[in-house]
């Protein structure tokens, strides 16, 4: 990873499509936590905001406050989408931290400003 944030988040990244929100389901069409193709590489994550890893922490260790999405952001759908790469056992902790802070990036990103 470089040291410099990218000005834009994109919507789609390095094979994961953040808009639309994604939904993860099991077998049974439920609802499950995410599989690890979900998540960035452990070794390749991009630079993401301090702001936002740090939401995404906090998310995680204390279910910190979820920021205000974009109104092209299904707000329902997101918190699942959040739950689901933050309660799986699959990937890396700093996968999903950088995962999650990057999907907050985007969605709190007005659509004209993504990349």
Same mark, same amino acid.
């Given at each position: 990873?470089? +040291?410099?944030? #990218?000005? @834009?988040? $994109?919507? @789609?990244i390095d094979g994961l499509t953040f808009i639309p929100?994604?939904? =993860?389901?099991? $077998? +049974?069409?439920? &609802?499950? /936590?995410?599989? !690890?193709? #979900?998540?960035?590489?452990?070794? $390749?994550?991009? +630079?993401? *905001?301090?702001?936002?890893?740090?939401? #995404? !922490?906090?998310? =995680?260790? !204390?279910? /910190?406050?979820? *920021?205000? =999405?974009?109104?092209?952001?299904?707000? @329902?759908?997101?918190?699942?989408? &959040?739950?689901?790469?933050?309660?799986?056992?699959?990937?890396?902790?700093? !996968? $999903?931290?950088?995962?999650?802070?990057?999907?907050?990036?985007?969605?709190?990103?007005? @659509?004209?400003?993504?990349?």
């Open positions: 990873m470089s +040291n410099v944030v #990218a000005d @834009k988040p $994109k919507e @789609k929100v994604p939904v =993860f389901t099991n $077998k +049974n069409g439920g &609802l499950s /936590g995410a599989p !690890s193709n #979900a998540y960035f590489d452990r070794y $390749k994550r991009p +630079n993401v *905001p301090e702001q936002f890893e740090r939401m #995404a !922490s906090d998310f =995680f260790f !204390s279910g /910190g406050d979820i *920021p205000q =999405f974009e109104p092209d952001v299904d707000r @329902k759908l997101a918190v699942s989408a &959040l739950n689901a790469w933050l309660s799986s056992w699959a990937p890396p902790h700093e !996968s $999903k931290i950088s995962t999650v802070g990057y999907a907050l990036w985007v969605w709190s990103t007005p @659509k004209e400003q993504r990349a």
